[in-house]
């Protein structure tokens, strides 16, 4: 037992430094006198540790809301380099008044549009990496099942309700940050956007040709939230007017508390219109749980499209 005694007091002489004594009496334990100097290397040797609950540097106000990740295409989600990100969702669709043509579906009839009942239940899987501190890519794909009940107007020979299920949108980006935000000027970033073709002989849930996005926007902090506005023009390999204008968006992100984040958007194009609110749950930094819903503002945008998933955040950032 003495024996380790005076190993361990010899250790603590080495890391304290210096001359310490060891007092060994007849019959006693060793003892350690120290110094003052001893005490003072304690102190800095205190100091100098980390400890655990360290805290972290702070954000500038105008990056309180969403971190210093690049944007991605899921609302009020950001991803940071070396970072992955992985979300499977669920939606719902619900409209009473669908725009239609029975010429879509392969039966012949006049050039009329029609509104059905549509209804629509699809699970996703969406993914994205940070390759830079201002490169992402992303990649999502879908499952789906859709019915459409033709209106009662139509006098086609469209069956009367339409179901289709399997594969929904295959579709893959590259964004890109072109500045980060400064305390003087706004976030700057683009994408360009690809829909995969597949299922063409299914109209109501197949993608007929290859669909192509570019876009770009704008994101500016403030003390009372973060502001994004962003608009794309798409080209459309199977429709009659390849090019034509894409959605638009302004969109609104507030960190209400560690937990939890309100996103309120408008999102769409001018005749398709819908209005989005969503609540983001961050359970810690690696998970979070989203609520959101979309009610259409004009009646080509669909009535009702509620969405929840759960984020998964992982990998080591590098940012």
């Not at 992402?136 to 289709?164: C, Q």
């Not at 819903?293 to 984020?311: C, N, R």
């Amino acid at each position: 037992m003495k024996l380790i005694c005076k190993f361990l007091l010899g250790l603590a002489i080495a890391v304290l430094g210096g001359n310490a004594t060891v007092t060994v009496g007849a019959g006693q334990t060793p003892t350690l006198s120290p110094t003052p100097k001893h005490i003072e290397n304690v102190v800095a040797l205190t100091k100098q540790t980390p400890t655990p609950d360290s805290a972290p540097t702070p954000l500038p106000y105008y990056l309180k809301d969403r971190g210093t990740g690049v944007p991605t295409s899921q609302f009020g989600t950001y991803v940071r380099k070396g970072e992955v990100i992985v979300y499977p969702f669920f939606e719902y669709y619900r409209d009473h008044n669908f725009e239609y043509k029975p010429e879509e579906f392969g039966f012949a009839g006049n050039d009329t549009d029609f509104r059905g009942r549509y209804r629509a239940q699809e699970a996703l899987i969406f993914v994205a990496y940070g390759l830079t501190d201002n490169i992402a890519v992303e990649f999502e794909a879908a499952t789906i099942k859709a019915s459409l009940e033709k209106s009662p107007l139509d006098t086609s020979a469209m069956p009367a309700r339409i179901e289709e299920s399997g594969l929904g949108d295959i579709e893959g980006q590259i964004r890109w940050r072109w500045n980060k935000e400064s305390k003087r000027r706004p976030e700057l970033f683009s994408y360009v956007e690809v829909v995969v073709p597949h299922h063409k002989q299914k109209r109501l849930i197949g993608t007929p040709g290859v669909e192509l996005k570019f876009g770009t926007g704008l994101i500016r902090g403030f003390n009372w939230g973060t502001m994004t506005f962003r608009a794309a023009v798409e080209y459309d390999n199977a429709s009659d007017s390849k090019f034509d204008f894409g959605e638009f968006a302004v969109e609104y992100l507030k960190r209400l508390s560690p937990k939890w984040r309100l996103y309120l958007g408008v999102e769409g194009t001018p005749d398709e219109l819908s209005v989005i609110p969503e609540l983001q749950w961050h359970i810690n930094r690696h998970i979070f749980v989203k609520f959101n819903s979309g009610f259409g503002a004009t009646s080509k945008a669909t009535d009702w499209a509620p969405e929840v998933g759960i984020v998964f955040m992982l990998g080591r950032p590098r940012n």
